[in-house]
């Protein structure tokens, strides 16, 4: 099982104007894939603007676990990959950590394998639900050996001597679901079909089809997707350019908006459709931000943003929204508490569900610094304070959830009392270099 670190918690207090430009780590749904696919792929993946974030090394580790060869020279990551259908049974566990798409892509990828394959994680990722994956897994003749209790890890599977292809309609709004279903189809023959009622980041489709696979998507009148992979196909190595992760740059984001005075520029961030939902929220609650050098890179839209502090009001962000934000509505929270009224947050099942309960876990974080708030099943009300007066002073639980302490550490920049998080070690897993940036753009934190 994972080793814990012990805790470290972290205090952020009042700063002044935040200045500079700022780079943020490339994105991790990407970067999970790069090392995937790579490591799937014939010949060689080359790959810069990597995310080195733990969860993401960990998806490394599994595929040289299983043939792949991976190295870095410089600023780039080399794989040589083993070929579609190529993997080699794992002689130990495979480790995931923290990290949930890591582990439930690589249980699509390698379920259907005529092998044993064992998945282990850290307290966080042992308590989430696997069944969402295991479920169409079965369908597909995959035996789940073991597993503990509600399908949680650790989990061992067994594929059959040949996978059954099958039409799957994703039952929640679920890329992970979505990706491990069409990554099992590239091991299975004939067509698997994945059905995708809501549209969630398709970055498995669109890297898929870049390095060789026959994936092809129907959108019907309803705007559902229908998504048709055709297995036992060659796949390619391909280079790859990672844009920076729009999640991790949500974090200065509203850092500028919420610190009187600031005025930042964030460079090179993912303006994939299906990922910013934030930035389209901030901009109606009257975030000043300007999109500039909007470009495509490597099939990505990217663009730089420019951040200037501004005074935010409240708004009702529709459910629809969600698939675009989902990892967002925590730093969506920080930004809420010092806007005038209520922000109201709808469609947010899915935050029970991620490496921590993170409806639970915002809610209690901003009702210990003074935040006036209301935890619905699926919904989140923040009232928000402009200016921040009386605000802060509290410690927040953290639950090994990255994202909840990078919040609540930027919710602590513009809060008249210090915020501290109980811990901060889980930064490591999306966002090495947080602290650092933030303490560069002026942030007061330690
Ligand atoms: C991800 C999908 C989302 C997201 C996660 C990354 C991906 O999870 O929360 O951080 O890379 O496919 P779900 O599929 O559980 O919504």
Known sequence: MTHAAPPRPAL???????????????????SHRSFMFGGLASGETRITGLLEGE????????????????????????????????????????DFGNAGTGSRLTMG?????????????????????????????????????????????????????????ITYRVPMASAQVKSAVLLAGLNTPGITTVIE?????????????????????????AGVRHIFIEGQGKLTGQTIAVP???SSAGFPLVAALIVPGSDIVIENVLMNPTRTGLLLTLQEMGGNIE?????????????????????????????????????????????????????????????????????????RGLEANGVDCTEGEATLAVRGRPGGKGLGGGTVATHLDHRIAMSFLILGLATEKPVTVDDANMIATSFPEFMGLMKELGAEIE
């Open 291 to 363: 999109i500039l050098n909007p470009r495509n890179a490597g099939g990505e839209d990217v663009a730089d943003l420019r951040v200037r502090s501004s005074e935010l009001k409240g708004v009702a962000v529709p459910a629809s929204r969600a698939p675009s934000m989902i990892d967002e509505y925590p730093v969506l929270a920080a930004a809420a508490a010092f806007a005038e009224g209520e922000t109201l947050m709808q469609g947010l099942e899915e935050l029970r569900v991620k490496e921590s309960d993170r409806l639970a876990a915002v809610a």
């Open 55 to 94: 969860d993401v090394m960990r998806t490394g580790e599994a595929m040289k676990a299983m043939g792949a060869q991976i190295r870095k020279a410089g600023d780039e990551w080399i794989i040589q990959g083993v070929g579609n259908g190529c993997l080699l049974q794992p002689e130990g566990p495979l």
């Open 197 to 221: 009622p809501v549209m969630t980041r398709d970055h498995t489709e669109k890297m898929l089809q870049g390095f060789g696979a026959n994936l092809t998507v129907d959108t019907d009148d």
């Open 109 to 165: 990828l390698v379920g259907v394998y005529d092998m044993e394959t064992t998945f282990i994680g850290d307290a966080s990722l042992s308590g989430r639900p696997m069944g969402r994956v295991l479920d169409p897994l079965r369908q597909m003749g995959v035996q789940i050996l073991k597993a503990a209790p509600g399908d949680r890890m650790p989990i061992t599977l067994r594929g059959p001597k040949h996978a059954a292809p």
């Open 244 to 246: 920076g992760d729009p």
């Open 12 to 30: 952020a207090r009042r700063s002044q104007g935040l200045k500079g430009i700022a780079r943020v780590p490339g994105d991790k749904s990407i």
